[in-house]
């Protein structure tokens, strides 16, 4: 398996790929193990369906996320050597992360107004796997592990941008059947290089620092 998810999510604001950019340091091994074979299924057999996912785009659409089928090819494409076994795994927990992210971007905007226009949408994303964010860098200094990744999304609400920060930790599940979970730790806020989003981590400094990391667990199916 590959040190990190293959698809190349390039042009940001003129397709419908799925927002996340993952030019990361993800293990994907870490969620797949025990489901690789020494003899790689057909291509063939992997779906071609592509999941509609709930995040809305500024054309009144919304972000579709890859197939297996194009996991796999992107894979290939770059040498990553993939198991088609693998994307049943993948697709689900790549799929999962991002309702998570948009879930917690969500109650961030929650009473801020974007229901008055249409909702709230998402404008573009970027993967900044190299860029520690200084929350991110503060809590490495302070003996925390380091994000596995960051990414920047840019919403639009009622004609105003924010940028808000993901960072994405990763980690095992607890309890008895940890062993089968594999879980992601998302911390998303707004970011500070704007007027917007200094007042709203202000309004909600707990929430920023004891309320933003959330856990989701996701079976590994090995």
């Known amino acids: 398996m590959a040190d990190k998810c293959p698809v190349d999510h390039g042009s940001h604001s003129s397709d419908q790929s799925c927002p996340v950019d993952h030019k990361s ?47 796999f090819a992107a894979m290939a494409r770059k040498n990553h050597n993939p198991h088609a076994p693998d994307m049943k795994t993948i697709i689900p927990i790549h799929n999962a992360v991002n309702e998570r992210a948009w879930s917690e971007l969500m109650k961030w905007e929650s009473g801020r107004g974007g229901e008055k226009c249409g909702g709230v949408k998402l404008v573009n994303f970027k993967g900044r796997p190299n860029d520690l964010t200084p929350k991110a860098r503060l809590m490495t200094l302070l003996g925390y592990s380091a994000p596995f990744d960051r990414h920047d999304w840019v919403v639009e609400r009622c004609g105003t941008r924010i940028r808000y920060v993901i960072d994405f930790y990763t980690g ?51």
């Open 172 to 222: 095992r599940g607890a309890g008895p059947s940890s062993s089968n979970n594999v879980s992601f730790y998302l911390d998303v806020r707004p970011a500070l290089d704007n007027w917007e989003g200094v007042k709203m981590r202000a309004e909600n400094i707990w929430q920023d620092w004891f309320g933003s990391v959330h856990s989701s667990s996701t079976p590994s199916q090995s």
């Open 25 to 71: 340091r993800t293990t994907w091994t870490s969620v797949s193990s025990g489901s690789s074979t020494a003899h790689p299924v057909n291509a063939s057999s992997l779906s071609t369906e592509r999941e509609v996912s709930s995040i809305p785009r500024t054309d009144n659409g919304n972000w579709v996320y890859p197939s297996e089928a194009q996991f």
